[in-house]
């Protein structure tokens, strides 16, 4: 049902729209980001890095729109869920497009070292999962479907295995040969970044879920990140 | 998918007092008949004591009524039948052989509009503790008009000039003079027909303020169209609808993620 006053309902729905523009945004930078890293393209490194600029501006114009939204009209029940989700949802977003921009800077410090293209593609898959993850959950936030957000909860896992592997494989390349450290250093960070990509993801996935029933998730999410315990011995 | 239900029975949606206080007034199957209209549809909810509960609804929902039957308004209005259960503390207050004057010493009352006595201000507090015998002498009736003033938050405006008349305060002084009149005669429960509807924000807030004091000794029913100043006051919320008590709860969870679709249409200002 639309409110009695029908620029609320502009307000809100002006919101919604500003965090599906700067998601679109991010998804892009990400993505852009590890295209950069495997085909060692400085100059998309580059646009990543000059394109997070808009992404801190649209954050700061949603904050800005829903401060004046809260004071403007006192929003009550969903109204201010979706108000305070959109505020949370624009925070995730901002700092996966700080990732990426630090994913791209690190194709600029990679460039000239001999690059293990099998370890890259590690990286690539791990990408492919993460972008899969934030496409999904900005639906589930933009059609509010609670459902679709907690699928996307439940698959970081996959992202968080696919990152332990990744450690200990980079760890052997590093053993086997210290010419190999710089690289490999810069390749564990890109991948940390995907990583933290992916709890980004799971977060927005939680704020959806706050938004749709007014409730947070009261299990833990499944979590398979191995790398904090790996050891060198170990690996 | 979303937490809202629709309900179309009328059945109310209820939330347990998540604090557990004891319940001073309890009501079941209440309902007002005006002539051949009936206004109230069946209406049962317990208040709890100490806090503040609030109704809220859209006008002709049946709040104010409802909240006339607690202290038995609604035996002044002529065709006004009222059936069903309401007790305070275990006592039925429609019991025939209850003195009303002696229950609306018990439950007071405070109006939309401030209303004092073409009175001084003094006599505006003193009136109540007169005509209930409560003062054994001329200093036991200035302490208890003093310590009323005291409790509203009125006393150190006032205390220079307690023989002008009542009527010459601003209205928000006028207001806080009637909540001490109310409060002179050590009632148990404090209605509230939107208080604060004739005053301005600043006199708003602190009758809003005296009212979470207030809370500390007194069960205050507050009828009110401000839904920000519901969520400000009260520890539970009431909502009706046509007659009907839709929902009840704790108001933290009435304001933030309500149960039933009607309380979260009329709270975020979609009602048709």
Known sequence: ?235 | MSAVQATTAFDTVRTPDPANRPIKIHTASVKVTYGQKEALHGVSIDIPERAVTAFIGPSGCGKSTFLRCINRMNDTIAGARVEGTIKLDDQDIYDPDLDVVELRARVGMVFQKPNPFPKSIFDNVAYGPRIHGLARSKADLEEIVVTSLQKASLFNEVKDRLNEPGTGLSGGQQQRLCIARAIAVSPEVILMDEPCSALDPIATAKVEELIDELRANFTIVIVTHSMQQAARVSQRTAFFHLGHLIEEGPTDHVFTNPLEQRTQDYITGRFG
């Open chain 1, 1 to 235: 049902m639309e409110h009695t006053v029908s620029a609320y309902d502009d307000d809100l729905k002006a919101i919604a729209r500003m965090v599906t523009e700067i998601g679109g945004l991010a998804e892009r930078a990400v993505g852009d980001s590890v295209a950069a890293l495997t085909r060692l393209d400085l100059a998309l490194a580059q646009r990543v890095v000059a394109g997070d600029k808009e992404l801190d501006r649209l954050q700061h114009e949603i904050e800005e729109k829903a401060i004046l939204v809260i004071a403007r009209r006192q929003p009550m029940a969903n109204d201010l869920r979706e108000i305070v989700g959109a505020m949370r949802i624009a925070n995730d977003i901002e700092r996966i497009g700080d990732l990426a921009k630090n994913i791209a800077k690190r194709v600029v410090a990679i460039n000239g070292v001999f690059p293990n293209k099998q370890l890259i593609t590690g990286v690539e898959h791990m990408c492919e999962i993460a972008l899969q993850q934030l496409k999904r959950v900005l639906d589930a936030f933009a059609s509010q479907d609670d459902q679709a957000a907690g699928a996307v909860r439940q698959r970081d896992d996959e992202i968080d295995a696919l990152y332990t592997s990744l450690f200990r494989e980079l760890l052997t390349y590093m053993m086997e040969d210290p010419r190999n450290l710089t690289f490999c250093i810069h390749l564990l960070f890109c991948a940390k970044n995907i990583e933290r990509i992916g709890d980004h993801a799971t977060n927005i996935a939680e704020s959806v879920h706050y938004v749709v029933t007014g409730r947070s998730y009261e299990e833990e999410r499944p979590k398979a990140d191995a790398s904090i315990t790996s050891t060198i011995s170990g690996s």
